[in-house]
């Protein structure tokens, strides 16, 4: 499994950790499991989810909320105490956002 993360997903009492080789899931707490990103340039997003933020694809916002769209295909929601964080750190809208703003 070790390959560059992609994200964290606390799952039960679990952590599913995401990479570009496969997912797994550990016994561990979430912020222990960030803690041992090895400095992985990412950020927390939701209370259960981290992201790496190379692997973040675009930023969609749909009826107040914002979902970011990952490498995988997966979709990861960032609750409103992690959204002025998650804008400012400048990640491109989807596609359907690019297309109505102009």
């Known amino acids: 499994m ?8 606390v799952n039960d009492h679990y952590v599913d950790v995401v990479t570009e080789a496969g997912q797994t899931s550990l016994l561990i707490r979430l912020a222990d499991a960030i803690a ?5 340039p990412g950020l927390q997003v939701h209370r ?3 992201v790496a933020r ?3 694809r675009a930023m969609r916002k749909e009826k107040g909320r914002v979902f970011l769209e990952m490498s995988d ?8 105490t992690y959204q ?5 750190a400048g990640f491109p809208p989807s596609g359907a956002e690019r297309m109505a703003a102009q």
Do not use: D, K
């Open 84 to 88: 002025p964080r998650v804008e400012a």
């Open 54 to 56: 190379e692997a973040v």
């Open 73 to 80: 295909g997966e979709e990861v929601p960032v609750s409103r």
């Open 48 to 50: 259960s989810h981290w």
């Open 2 to 9: 070790r390959a560059p993360l992609i994200r964290l997903a």
């Open 36 to 40: 041992e990103t090895e400095g992985a």
